[in-house]
């Protein structure tokens, strides 16, 4: 236990996001709720992923978002960050929630209304509105946008402000550009089909907004070749320590190899493969890692080696890291040519990596820390959220000597042989290290004798 050390990540400070702003537990807190009461109006509070009065704000500052007394989640708000589990609360709990909610109110509006954005929410908005037009937008579960434009509602609407609309007249169209403003649905049974919505006239980014990346899925106008080489350069050089030791000696890519890398993408016809490769003698690992075209022709490629304690390499982390290398780059490749639609279909020969990487159920709080090699897991499952295409995934049968061959068997083979070389005999500065890079999404971290503990946890602490 002596030679053991703990590394924690620097933790970003929350800090109030609009004007007026104030977090709920310390209002709740000096309001004088009774600490079991507290306890209870905390457990409904991580049921819904809040922290502060923005979060259950409606968009123009003024009230309460309905949705957010009730005891489900607000599918219309998604918190972008990692949260523990919190079943769902008694309904005790959600009574005594509800009391402290109306703490906040007079007459049914905020007592402290709420002003224009500060900085960027950790909640991701599904419905916008353009203000110009008032054309209305909603982003599906899929990803995808549907369009809502005003009815005209005559004497209704009786001058006032608000807007009306139809809950079947969405169509879907691309994601929204312009002067666009988060907006909250009125949505009630006394207006049956109809409703309206409430936003606030001052944007957070000014006249010139448009979705996240992680909001988008249309398409963009085509960039030049210059700015797209520029874009991957821009990118590639800002990226962390930990990646450019990852994915090995890279030589750029030309203007020609990405500009087809996009194209290829976006005709939803990409492929990628990835291997690793492991001596259970010499303790070392590797990986090596391909993109191609659909009848595999390689565009980009390259091998890299698995850092970390003898010991604990094994051949699934060295697959695993391959996987990493892949979607580390495709994000690249997205992101410098500005793609917001596109699919990729990713191979790998080791069924239990895909299905830790693309776990569409993962556990949360401390479990996952616990799993084996889950550094690399949780970078890689914050590449796949964070890459606004489709990523399918898919097992390839390894060595496959078979009468059925195809083109992912030949890309298997490819990145098997790259890996294996790699391993063998490793390029100058790019032997296997023992201490491997902690990169920031972790969020802690064990070191033991100068390694970071990656598995065998009971046993290494035992």
Not at 131 to 146: A, I, K, P, Y
Not at 190 to 214: A, C, H, I, K, R
Not at 271 to 291: E, M, N, Q, T, V
Request: with cysteine; net charge positive; hydrophobic share 35%.
């Amino acid at each position: 236990m002596a030679n053991l050390k703990v590394f924690i990540s620097t933790v970003t400070p929350l800090r109030e996001q609009r004007q007026g702003d104030s977090f709920l537990m310390t209002v709740f807190v000096y309001a004088k709720f009774k600490p079991g009461e507290l306890r209870q109006i905390n457990q409904c509070r991580l049921f819904h992923q809040v922290f502060l009065t923005s979060d259950i704000a409606t968009a123009d500052g003024k009230k309460i978002d309905p949705k957010y007394y009730a005891a489900a989640r607000n599918d219309d708000r998604r918190s972008s960050m990692n949260w523990p589990v919190q079943g769902e609360p008694s309904r005790q709990a959600w009574t005594v929630w509800s009391k402290a909610l109306n703490y906040l109110v007079e007459k049914g509006k905020l007592k402290q209304p709420l002003g224009v954005w500060l900085r960027n929410p950790h909640q991701q908005w599904t419905w916008l509105i353009r203000v110009t037009s008032s054309t209305l937008f909603h982003q599906r579960q899929d990803g995808t946008w549907e369009s809502f434009t005003p009815e005209n509602m005559g004497d209704r609407e009786r001058g006032e402000r608000r807007k009306w609309y139809l809950l079947d007249r969405g169509s879907t169209c691309a994601p929204p550009t312009g002067k666009i403003a988060k907006a909250t649905p009125i949505i009630t049974p006394e207006d049956g089909d109809l409703f309206t919505v409430v936003w606030m006239d001052e944007p957070l980014v000014g006249d010139d907004y448009s979705p996240s990346e992680s909001q988008t899925s249309g398409k963009t106008e085509d960039l030049s070749r210059d700015e797209i080489l520029e874009r991957f350069q821009e990118i590639f050089s800002n990226s962390s320590d930990y990646f450019h030791r990852l994915i090995g000696p890279f030589e750029l890519p030309t203007t020609e190899a990405l500009k087809i890398l996009g194209t290829v993408l976006r005709s939803h016809s990409l492929l990628a493969c990835s291997d690793g490769s492991f001596s259970r003698h010499a303790k070392k690992g590797s990986h090596a890692w391909i993109f191609a075209t659909h009848d595999g022709i390689p565009l980009l490629q390259g091998a890299g080696p698995i850092d970390g304690h003898p010991l604990l390499l094994s051949p699934y982390r060295t697959e695993l890291g391959g996987i990493l290398a892949l979607l580390y780059l495709l994000n690249v490749i997205v992101r410098c040519n500005e793609l917001r639609e596109g699919t990729v279909t990713l191979f790998c020969d080791n069924k239990t990596a895909l299905e830790n990487v693309f776990d569409e159920n993962p556990k949360r709080g401390i479990y996952p820390m616990l799993a084996a090699d889950y550094d690399f897991i949780v970078i890689a499952r914050k590449l796949v959220k964070a890459t606004p295409i489709t990523i399918n995934h898919r097992h390839v049968k390894g060595h496959y000597t078979g009468d059925e061959r195809r083109v992912e068997h030949d890309l298997n083979d490819l990145v098997d042989t790259m890996s294996k070389k790699f391993r063998r005999a490793p390029p100058r500065g790019f032997t296997q290290k023992s201490l491997s890079l902690i990169h920031e999404l972790q969020t802690a971290a064990l070191i033991s004798e100068g390694a970071i503990v990656t598995s065998k946890l009971r046993k290494t602490l035992s």
